[in-house]
């Protein structure tokens, strides 16, 4: 029986798939839709549209939002959706913060190969950014001409960690294709979160960080300043498989000389079933790309949101072909992209900026990985003429909606690039911040 490629319903009428008897918890009374692209032979990419929610607005006159998680790897249509600005948790439970109060949200398990997209063979499987995008503009194309209703309603993309990187190259293509008249979409803006944009800069400042926070001593800012200088070599020599191989090695450099901090997120540490000391073993033993998706792929395909994947969503969404399982091929899309990794898209986004494209970089005080001091580096160094009035501006304090006369972010906007520095937020911003979260993002539609 061949398999279908889309199913539109209301949620609410779906209650009975979300519930295995007993009493039942909320559920979303958005309009919901969701299917696959086969964005090229082999590969098949799966989408997840929520409608906006909102009881005095109708969907038509709010924007539609793209939402790419990391790694690459990381599934959108589980862990964003269900841990961060989905209408529910991952208990099924209403969330407070959810953005589709405030527009149309389109998830989407991408790289193919990620969460419920697949391939037929490892061979199909993306190697680097450019693949990324060029299978990105098969599935928006499609997208775009079954929702017609989208096509003139405000279009951004948003995103996360490696999710930024993709969508930067994503963004670039995009404009290009609209321009040509390929896709037809009001593309308005493209918002980088916590994005691995320039892995060096990141990598060269986790030392400085990590010491200003008191996270390192003065011996193990050096262990790890020596550690990051032997990955410049490698990106310097354009070695970059070597990068990222380097990469996993300072990371357990990181982990021995903080006792495990997060890398998320520096107040917390690293947890796993067994102590500290045996899990930076562990991942000392296993190659590297094996412990790299073991630290930052596997996190966010947790045993509990696994269960509800692979469980009640994928019996309410009843189009998952029998042989896939949800995450069950991120690992190998973390593998086939490793020689792309540590190259750097700063030119990207200068393209973006030169092509009058919105560009928002947003970035969590507390994140580790894509910490604020690299992002800064990278952004100061952007060759677009703008930049240089950028950076004598001040920023602006915004209040945190939950506690109002407190500072939950600041922000600086200058012509179409704009900057949000959240505070008490690790990498992950909408799950630490929620409430800042969705405003930043409804400042970034331009809703207030």
Not at 134 to 153: A, G, P, T
Not at 337 to 345: H, I, Q, Y
């Amino acid at each position: 029986m061949e398999r279908p490629k889309t199913c539109t319903v209301a949620a609410v009428l779906l209650l009975f798939l979300l519930t295995d008897g007993g009493s039942a918890g909320p559920v979303s009374a958005a309009k919901e839709s969701w299917g696959y692209v086969d964005v090229r032979e082999g590969a098949h990419m799966f989408w997840w549209l929520y409608y906006a929610n909102n009881p005095g607005t109708s969907y038509t006159e709010l924007p539609l939002i793209m939402w790419l998680q990391g790694g690459p790897g990381a599934s959108s249509t589980g862990f964003g959706n269900f841990e961060e600005i989905g209408p529910l948790d991952r208990e099924l439970d209403e969330r407070d913060s959810t953005w589709i109060q405030a527009a149309s949200v389109l998830f989407v398990d991408n790289p193919v190969g990620t969460g419920f997209s697949y391939t037929d063979t490892v061979d199909a499987l993306t190697k680097d950014v450019a693949g990324v995008a060029s299978d990105m503009m098969v599935l928006l194309k499609e997208f775009f001409s079954q929702k017609e209703e989208f096509q003139n309603i405000p279009f951004y993309i948003f995103s996360e960690s490696y999710g930024g990187k993709m969508a930067a190259a994503i963004s670039l293509e995009l404009t290009k294709a609209i321009s040509s008249g390929g896709i037809k979409c009001n593309f308005a803006g493209v918002a980088l979160g916590d994005s691995w944009i320039s892995p060096i800069d990141s990598v060269l400042t986790w030392g400085p960080y990590l010491y200003s926070t008191s996270l390192l001593d003065d011996a193990g800012l050096m262990e790890v300043g020596s550690a990051a200088e032997a990955i410049k070599r490698a990106v310097t020599d354009g070695d970059f498989v070597k990068a990222t191989e380097l990469w996993s090695v300072l990371e357990n450099v990181v982990e021995q000389n903080t006792n495990g901090v997060n890398f998320y997120n520096i107040l917390g540490q690293e947890s796993d079933d067994d102590d500290d000391s045996t899990v930076v073993k562990s991942l000392l033993q296993e190659d590297y790309l094996t412990s790299l998706a073991r630290r930052h792929i596997r996190p966010l395909h947790s045993e509990s949101l696994g269960q509800l994947m692979n469980g009640k969503i994928r019996k309410k969404l009843g189009i998952i072909p029998r042989n896939v399982t949800w995450g069950g091929q991120a690992d190998a899309v973390f593998a086939s992209m490793s020689g792309d990794f540590m190259k750097p898209v700063i030119d990207v986004v200068d393209e973006l900026l030169e092509a009058g494209v919105n560009v928002t970089v947003y970035n969590g005080q507390l994140d580790l990985i894509v910490d604020t001091i690299g992002q800064e580096n990278w952004v100061k160094a952007l060759k677009w003429p703008g930049i240089e009035d950028f950076n004598k501006m001040k920023w602006t304090a915004l209040d945190d909606p939950e506690s109002p006369g407190v500072t939950g972010a600041f922000v600086k906007s200058y012509k179409n690039f704009s900057f949000y520095w959240i505070l008490k937020a690790g990498h992950m911003i909408p799950s630490d911040q929620g409430d800042m979260a969705l405003r930043m993002m409804q400042m970034i539609t331009q809703q207030e």
